[in-house]
């Protein structure tokens, strides 16, 4: 067990819906990470948090957002959704952000399937 | 372009037996830190290994070992002993933090690891 929790386990949904998953990271952990995982494109990271602030971007669609909360949760949403967004969604947490050297730590990941 | 390649989409080998799962990166910046994750069929992603880019020292964590060569820009995972458990995907990642800019993580596309009886 990572400490990383996340919900919900699996999530079914129609195209054009929209979903948030949540991620409560590690205690003391400052700062969280979502990644997609998908068989066509593998693990893609799409966004980082840093104690309540985004701090770094990747392949994150438009149709996407996230946010951090004050008690350092974060959600992630996905609108509009398409086929294509089935996948297997993860969040990470680890204790620094941007310069710092530290391991993420994986929660146990959010199975989307849009129909 | 491929900023971590796995060349090998799958590997075996026999229980008890040594394995060494490959990983080349490509950066330009100086600091940067690799890691490797397993992902058993369950899905969940498990943390290994880290590698900085200035330590002087190859990372151990019990069974596992990073072989880094930096000149050469790999950064090899050995299982020693292997383990039935040991079957799973393997993921090796770099972060990168270049100077000025927001920090960046890249996964490879994974190497499924069989440990055969």
């Known amino acids: 067990d990572s400490g990383v929790t996340q919900t919900p386990k699996h999530l079914i949904t129609a195209t054009g819906q929209r979903v948030t998953l949540r991620c409560s990271p590690r205690?003391?952990?400052?700062?969280v990470y979502w990644y997609q995982q998908s068989l066509d494109q593998g693990l893609q990271f799409l966004i980082q948090?840093?104690?309540?602030?985004?701090?770094a971007k990747g392949n994150i669609l438009e149709r996407f957002s996230a946010q951090q909360f004050p008690d350092l949760h974060s959600e992630l949403n996905l609108s509009s959704l398409e086929l294509g967004d089935s996948a297997l969604y993860f969040c990470a947490s680890s204790p620094g952000g941007q310069g710092v050297y530290n391991e993420q730590f994986f929660g146990p990941g959010t199975r989307l399937t849009v129909l | 372009a491929q900023k971590i390649t796995q060349t090998q989409p799958g590997m075996f080998v026999q229980e008890k037996e040594a394995v060494t799962l490959d990983c080349t990166y490509d950066t330009s910046d100086p600091s940067y830190g690799l890691f490797w994750y397993k992902q058993p069929s369950s899905g969940e992603m498990i943390f290994l290994i880290y590698?900085?880019?200035?330590?002087?020292q190859n990372a151990t964590e019990g069974r596992y070992s990073l072989n880094f060569q930096k000149a050469r820009k790999s950064a090899n995972l050995v299982i020693s002993a292997s383990q039935l458990g040991d079957s799973a995907m393997y993921f090796c990642a770099m972060r990168e933090v270049p100077q000025g800019g927001s920090e960046k993580l890249v996964f490879g596309k994974g190497t499924k690891l069989t440990v055969n009886p």
């Open positions: 948090y840093y104690n309540g602030e985004e701090r």
């Open positions: 590698q900085g880019s200035y330590d002087q």
């Open positions: 205690s003391g952990d400052l700062s």
